[in-house]
Every structure is written in structure tokens, then in C-alpha cells.
């Protein structure tokens, strides 16, 4: 009973704060005006750009739903290209040492000591080579991870509140409690955690090429299969608490919107089933409302991602080919070193795909939730 209560208080106080009460097309422009300013704010001009251009608006549901897949398609290839320049100069010339390399290795095969010191050489040329690609990858990394912690910040807020003013304020404290705790561990990863902790990897890697007595060579593909089930596992329970409280918090606000129009029907003279309707009329209203601001957050969060995801994917993609290049070449150290670099940028790719997974499924669920249950 004290449960009921309380949510009918809620209820009531949705009633009286939220503009959208009395259904009016003045008090919805108004409300969307202001939800387009405060996400809008949140974002940064090229992200921001990259929406507009396509139309798209925190709280129009039309431009989200018309948006063309082959140009959507295009546009990814074309920021792939893009992208895809510098590693491709690395690349180049990381295959000029290995020819040198392979060269040398042939012109000295009875002095091995010569060729030894060549080889550290060589694998030490390799490194300059990487570090201001490496480095430009790591920061685009720890910057999109900020920059999508950022805009979730501003945006946690107003799609649980939109949600709560739809009629499931049960559903979105859980999405709110859920995806705030997730802001919290992402801007610690990408201040306090992640370059120091790619750097470490990397360091391993160089001096295990280096000086291949060290033996060090697979603790960065150990430290990524380590890195990757244990992102599984978190992704695994959070996914599977966030359904089941969803579901849950759903049912429960059902319920609530049943008995209050039940109540307003019954008990209300004259006017009760027209109070009813127009709650009813409020909330499928604030459902449009809730279903494109979740499909743009969606949509801000993986054009967020999707550039530092590609810059590494052509980064990881020419190291493979140069790891090719130089075991066909039979230059071992080199190849060793390359792929333990593949290993560092696939715990990086790990940890953005994991954050960005985390919110996109987060919203998904809770719009898929909210929706099944009207």
C-alpha cells in the first residue's frame, strides 16, 4: 500500500511539473526546444555537424526513421579512407626496413652477432616509426571515451526524465542508477587508467623485441585474451541486470498507469473517463518523445565512437599486414614485435567497443522495455 501510495505521489507531481500535462502543442515545442538545446550542448561541433548534416534532432523521430542505409554505409567507407592515410604511410615504411632488414640478414649470414645488433636496429626503427601513429591512436581513444562520457552525463538525465513523465518511472531509475555507475567507471578508465595502462603494454612489447632473452613477448596477447573475458563478463551482468530490473520496473509502471486510469474512471464524477484519455493521450505523446531522443543518443554515441574505431581498426589492420610481410620475410623479432603492438590496440579496441556497447544496449533496453509494455 505504501508502495502504491508512493508511486501515485510521483505520479501526481508528474502531473503538476511537467509542461506536457495538458497536451498542448505550444507546451511540447517547448519542452523539445529545450531537450534539442541541452543534448545539442553536450556534443562537439564535428559530431554535432555530422547529425545535423544528416537531419537528425534529439526529439524528431521522422529523421531517424528515414535515414538512407546505403548513404549511411557510404559515409563509413568514406571515413574510413580517410582515416586510413596515415597507418597506410606507416605501413610503407615499415616495409623498407623490413626489406633492409631481410637484405641485411642475407649479406650476413656467418656473422650473428652483426646481425643481432642489426636486427635491435631495425626493430628499434620500427618503434620510431609506430610511436606518433600509436600515440595519436592512444589519444584519439582516451578522447572519444571522454567525449561519450560527457555527452552521457547530460544525457542520462533528460531520457529518464522524459521516460518518468511517459509513465515509467520505475523503468528509468533503473536505467539511470545503471548507466550513471557506467559514466563513473568510464571516466576513470579514460583519466586515470587507460594511456598508462596501453603505454605499460606497449613498453613490454618494445623491450621484448629488443632483447628477446627477456621472454616477455606473449604477456601483451595474454593481457588482451585476460582483458577481453573479463569485459565479457561485465558486459554479461550488466546486460542480464539491467533486462531483468527493466522488466521488472516495466510490469510495475503498468500496473501503476492501469489502476491510475482505473482510479480516474471510477472515482472521478462527470469528467473521470475524460481524464483517463487524456493521460493516456499524454503519455503515448511523451512515448514519441522518449522513442527519438533514445534513438539519437544512440546515434550520438556511436558517431562518437566510430572515428577512433576505424583509425584503430586501419592501424591494426596494417601492422597485420606488415606482421605478414616480415614472417614471409622470415624477420622474427620484427614480426613478434608487431604482433604484440596488435595485441595492445585490440585492448583498446576491447574497452571502446565495451563502453560504447554499454550505453547502446543500455538505451535499447530500456526503449524496448518501455515500449512492449505501452
Given at each position: 500500500m505504501k508502495k502504491l501510495s508512493a508511486l501515485i505521489l510521483a505520479f501526481l507531481?508528474?502531473?503538476?511539473f511537467c509542461p506536457v500535462t495538458y497536451a498542448e502543442s505550444e507546451d511540447l515545442d517547448s519542452l523539445k526546444q529545450q531537450i534539442d538545446q541541452r543534448l545539442e550542448n553536450s556534443l562537439d561541433e564535428d559530431i554535432l555537424g555530422e547529425l545535423s548534416e544528416k537531419g537528425v534532432t534529439p526529439t524528431d523521430s521522422e529523421a531517424i526513421t528515414q535515414m538512407d542505409q546505403r548513404s549511411f554505409f557510404e559515409d563509413l567507407l568514406d571515413k574510413l579512407k580517410q582515416t586510413a592515410a596515415e597507418p597506410v604511410r606507416m605501413f610503407g615504411k615499415i616495409l623498407a626496413v623490413s626489406l633492409?632488414?631481410?637484405?641485411?640478414?642475407?649479406l650476413s649470414t656467418e656473422n650473428g652477432e652483426l646481425k643481432d645488433a642489426f636486427g635491435t636496429v631495425c626493430v628499434t626503427g620500427t618503434v620510431s616509426l609506430m610511436s606518433d601513429a600509436l600515440s595519436s591512436s592512444f589519444e584519439a581513444l582516451q578522447d572519444s571515451i571522454s567525449a561519450i562520457n560527457t555527452f552521457m552525463v547530460s544525457y542520462i538525465p533528460v531520457f529518464a526524465a522524459v521516460t518518468t513523465a511517459g509513465g515509467h518511472p520505475a523503468a528509468a531509475g533503473v536505467y539511470s542508477s545503471s548507466t550513471i555507475l557506467v559514466c563513473e567507471v568510464t571516466e576513470l578508465v579514460s583519466s586515470k587508467l587507460l594511456i598508462p595502462f596501453l603505454s605499460a603494454v606497449t613498453a613490454i612489447s618494445i623491450v621484448s623485441s629488443i632483447d628477446p632473452k627477456l621472454k616477455i613477448?606473449?604477456?601483451?596477447?595474454?593481457?588482451?585474451?585476460?582483458?577481453t573475458w573479463l569485459l565479457a563478463t561485465v558486459m554479461l551482468i550488466f546486460v542480464g541486470l539491467m533486462t531483468v530490473q527493466g522488466v521488472t520496473g516495466s510490469a510495475a509502471d503498468n500496473l501503476l498507469s492501469r489502476?491510475?486510469?482505473f482510479a480516474a474512471s471510477s472515482f472521478i464524477p462527470v469528467i473521470g473517463s475524460s481524464v483517463s484519455d487524456?493521460?493516456?493521450?499524454?503519455?503515448s505523446g511523451m512515448g514519441v518523445i522518449r522513442t527519438a531522443v533514445g534513438g539519437f543518443g544512440m546515434?550520438?554515441?556511436?558517431?562518437?565512437?566510430v572515428r577512433p574505431f576505424l583509425l584503430?581498426?586501419?592501424?591494426?589492420l596494417t601492422i597485420w599486414a606488415g606482421r605478414v610481410a616480415n614472417?614471409?620475410?622470415?624477420?622474427h623479432r620484427t614480426a613478434d614485435f608487431l604482433k604484440s603492438i596488435n595485441s595492445v590496440l585490440s585492448v583498446g579496441i576491447s574497452i571502446l567497443i565495451t563502453i560504447t556497447a554499454a550505453f547502446l544496449i543500455a538505451t535499447a533496453a530500456l526503449m524496448a522495455v518501455v515500449t512492449q509494455g505501452g
Open positions: 507531481l508528474v502531473v503538476i633492409i632488414y631481410s637484405a641485411f640478414e642475407l613477448s606473449g604477456v601483451a596477447d595474454s593481457i588482451r585474451k585476460l582483458t489502476t491510475l486510469r487524456a493521460f493516456l493521450a499524454v503519455k546515434l550520438a554515441v556511436f558517431a562518437i565512437a584503430i581498426f586501419s592501424m591494426k614472417e614471409l620475410l622470415g624477420l
